[in-house]
């Protein structure tokens, strides 16, 4: 069996669908085998495929703040594993960032999860995730994320945490009001046994 440090350098050097990235690709993944939370996002925007590091942009600020987490926690990836579903910025559309690419999930996203071992939580963010991690789980990320009780305490859907999304927090206010204090506490408790 592949060891994650190699499969980590294959995943890096990764050029599957290079000619589809109009940026050219720069794979950014955390994970070490010890990390107890996954975040499962949808792919890298443009800053994030400049700087390299995960969430690095606005998005990022929501989502640590949802979680209840600093900057230096959430680059812990002894803690907490980063594992979009496409791992190359897939470049602009009209309405925002596009889909991630489809073969980086079909090559990559099975081995890498085998190997950690050791998750309690899931964070399943946006409809692509979600469509891979809670199959059939609902028709949107309104109502998958509404249904956020059925996959408690392992998994926890949630709207991309982008500033584009401020209107549908504005429109689901019971998301930060029900949701997002319970999440915090799963958090650090999940944190808290990591030692």
Not at 25 to 31: A, C, E, N
Not at 137 to 147: I, K
Not at 166 to 179: A, G
Request: glycine residues 6%; hydrophobic residues 45%; charged residues 20%.
């Amino acid at each position: 069996m592949t060891s994650l440090a190699l499969l980590l350098a294959e995943v890096r050097a990764c050029a599957l669908c290079a000619e589809h990235l109009p940026l050219g690709p720069r794979p950014v993944v955390q994970l070490h085998a010890s990390a107890r939370i996954l975040i499962a996002g949808q792919a890298p925007g443009r800053k994030v495929h400049q700087t390299g590091v995960p969430f690095n942009d606005p998005s990022g600020d929501r989502l640590r703040a949802w979680m209840g987490v600093s900057r230096e926690v959430f680059y812990d990836a002894k803690r907490v594993a980063i594992a979009p579903m496409g791992f190359c910025f897939p470049g602009t559309g009209s309405c925002g960032d596009l889909a991630p690419r489809p073969e980086c999930a079909a090559t990559w996203r099975a081995p890498l999860l085998a190997r950690l071992k050791s998750l309690q939580l899931t964070l399943v963010i946006g409809q692509y995730a979600q469509a891979y991690h809670l199959p059939d789980a609902g028709n949107s990320v309104t109502e998958v994320v509404q249904a956020w009780r059925k996959f408690w305490p392992d998994a926890v859907p949630l709207p991309h945490p982008s500033p584009r999304n401020n209107l549908w927090l504005k429109r689901n206010p019971w998301f930060e009001e029900e949701l997002l204090p319970i999440l915090r506490k799963r958090v650090a408790e999940v944190l808290e046994h990591n030692g």
